[in-house]
């Protein structure tokens, strides 16, 4: 596809990726690597490093050392390159809130180059594949937290890309807006064969969606399998959520220091 | 519904060099423009403080006779430093918005596109200047009232202009670099306050050069405000002189831009590490 590399069976290539905030090690020497074409998920309670991980993935933080191979691209070195070649949705809700639906895809169209025919062909597709057609005119902060999510996956995906980085995409929605949100990820993968690498906190949506997950504690990988060869590691009946308790010591609802509740709150506040 | 299977992109090749560029950076100038199309109120607060100063400080000040204007009346003297002062007022908070949009997971969004840098921080600057030509159609319309002499020839109108624009791009611009160095809206907002004084008293706005001590006068001749205003009182009124020459007035605001511009670029970044 676009501007060449990709190709080679490894989509990310994780290479002692490392990222130091004064003394704390957020991410820690990380090594690992995801299929092209195959979802990734990460599991880990906050503080872990995962926001972290991602953002250096998509080139907003640099690295305090090591680097990582997107789409065939060295991350340290070519970070515009890595970047014509993914996706990102960030934790927080962060379509423009004050332009409309249509708005914020047209924006993003033009910023990623796509020229003008083709700009108006994706964008009515995607709010149609995201069925947010009949909102498309409305501005952003009247949306539901479910709607301005598939919005946001719609943004990400406008210029198809390679690798597509999710963080916590179904944080702060409602059972049948999960639903909704997955379904679409799911139709994605299977319409344009996209990597996916997402952090989450729901290890339902983690069994639901993934075809390998990695288990993040204190910057490092504590596990890493299939869903199910997590599981059997732990033992018989396991669901995931022993699977994260047994390799974190820790219960998901535990932990979270007061910058976790404030964003949790604001979150919350957006969706309104 | 199936999306695949589409042609692959021709269309990524440019029709002209540059073209790319340009999209990208209208692109950014379009989102701040369309969302102060939805939500105007903006402007008209802007429009408060230039009538004050014309209404009261400039026709007292009118009456007193106490500053040497060269010939014209002190009214016509500040009608062009208070369009700058208004248009520096307007651009020199502007970086706030760049600190609350980092906050909601905006900038973030821009940033990991392969739009080069360099069209996030021009495109916001344009958006800048937008604003700044309604405040100058404001800031005229007030002047005309008051009776103020100005020109409206085409080339005067024209530079005008320029040196409006270039003024609001310089200081937005700078705005933008305090907010990648303090990062947070308090801290911005102090010293926001802080720089806005010094820049408008630091500069020939509402008094010639001729009358400062040395002191000021010195830092006035760096301050990109004093060219801004020089060009300006030469173009916009009649009977109006440059202390500098307008060649250089527009040389040293040129070269203001591109250091705010090279320095803001480089620093953008990091505005959400
Ligand atoms: N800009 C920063 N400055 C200092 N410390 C930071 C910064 N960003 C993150 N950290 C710290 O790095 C660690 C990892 O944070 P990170 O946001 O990556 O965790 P996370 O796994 O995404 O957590 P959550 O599940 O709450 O989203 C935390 O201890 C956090 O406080
Ligand atoms: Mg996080």
């Known amino acids: 596809m676009e501007n060449a590399p990709d190709s080679g069976s490894n989509a990310i290539e994780v290479l002692s990726l490392t990222r130091r905030f004064g003394t704390l090690v957020a991410v820690d020497h990380l090594n690992f690597s995801c299929a092209s074409g195959a979802t990734f998920g990460l599991l880990g309670p906050n503080g872990a490093g995962k926001s972290t991980l991602i953002k250096m993935l998509t080139t907003l933080l640099p690295p305090s050392e090591g680097t990582a191979k997107i789409a065939g691209f060295d991350l340290v070195q070519h970070p515009e390159a890595v970047r014509r070649k993914i996706g990102y949705v960030s934790q927080m809700l962060s379509a423009d809130g004050d332009l409309t639906g249509y708005e914020n895809l047209l924006?993003?169209?033009?910023?990623?180059?796509?020229?003008?025919?083709?700009?108006?062909?994706?964008?009515?597709?995607?709010?149609?594949?995201?069925?947010?057609?009949?909102?498309?005119?409305?501005?952003?902060?009247?949306?539901?937290?479910?709607?301005?999510?598939?919005?946001?996956?719609?943004?990400?995906?406008?210029?198809?890309?390679?690798?597509?980085?999710?963080?916590?995409?179904?944080?702060?929605?409602?059972?049948?807006?999960?639903?909704?949100?997955?379904?679409?990820?799911r139709e994605l993968r299977r319409e344009f064969g996209t990597t996916i690498l997402m952090t989450t906190h729901d290890m339902e949506e983690a069994d639901h969606l993934c075809d390998r997950v990695a288990v993040m504690h204190n910057g490092v990988l504590a596990a890493m399998d299939t869903p199910a060869g997590l599981k059997a590691q732990v033992g018989a009946e396991a669901t995931l959520d022993d699977v994260f308790i047994h390799f974190t010591g820790a219960t998901i609802s535990e932990g979270g220091d007061l910058r976790d509740v404030a964003r949790t709150r604001s979150t919350t506040q957006r969706l309104g | 519904m199936s999306l695949a299977h589409e042609a692959p992109l021709s269309g990524w090749a440019e029709p002209f060099p540059g073209a790319n560029y340009l999209r990208q950076t209208l692109a950014v100038a379009e989102s701040d423009i369309r969302k102060l199309i939805h939500d105007p109120v903006e402007l008209f607060t802007r429009m408060v403080q230039p009538v004050l100063w014309l209404l009261i400080f400039g026709q007292v000040f009118n009456r007193a006779r106490a500053i040497p204007t060269g010939g014209i009346s002190y009214l016509d003297f500040i009608a062009p430093g208070i369009l700058a002062q208004s248009v520096l007022f307007g651009a020199i908070f502007y970086g706030i918005s760049l600190i609350w949009e980092r906050d909601l997971g905006i900038v973030q969004k821009f940033l990991v596109s392969p739009a080069p840098r360099s069209t996030l921080v021009l495109g916001r600057a344009i958006s800048s200047t937008a604003r700044s030509l309604c405040q100058m159609v404001f800031v005229y319309l007030v002047a005309l009232l008051l009776h103020v002499q100005l020109r409206f020839g085409i080339l005067q109108l024209a530079g005008v202009v320029a040196a409006v624009m270039l003024g609001s791009a310089i200081f937005s611009t700078f705005s933008l670099i305090v907010a990648c160095l303090v990062k947070s809206r308090e801290r911005f907002m102090g010293i926001g306050q802080v720089l806005t004084m010094p820049l408008f008293f630091a500069s020939n706005a509402i008094y010639p050069l001729s009358l400062m001590p040395g002191w000021l006068r010195a830092i006035s001749q760096v301050n990109p405000l004093s060219y801004q205003v020089d060009a300006l009182r030469t173009l916009m009124i009649v009977g109006g002189s440059s202390a500098f020459g307008i060649g250089k007035d527009f040389l040293m605001l040129l070269a203001a831009f591109a250091v705010v511009m090279a320095v803001a670029t480089k620093l953008y970044p990091s505005i959400v590490t």
Not at chain 1, 124 to 150: P, T
């Open chain 1, 107 to 185: 924006i993003s169209a033009k910023l990623y180059g796509i020229p003008r025919a083709e700009r108006a062909r994706r964008i009515a597709q995607a709010f149609e594949f995201m069925d947010l057609a009949h909102v498309s005119g409305k501005r952003v902060r009247q949306y539901s937290g479910g709607m301005i999510r598939r919005l946001e996956i719609a943004q990400s995906m406008l210029h198809r890309p390679s690798v597509l980085f999710m963080d916590e995409p179904s944080v702060g929605l409602d059972p049948s807006a999960k639903r909704s949100v997955w379904e679409r990820i």
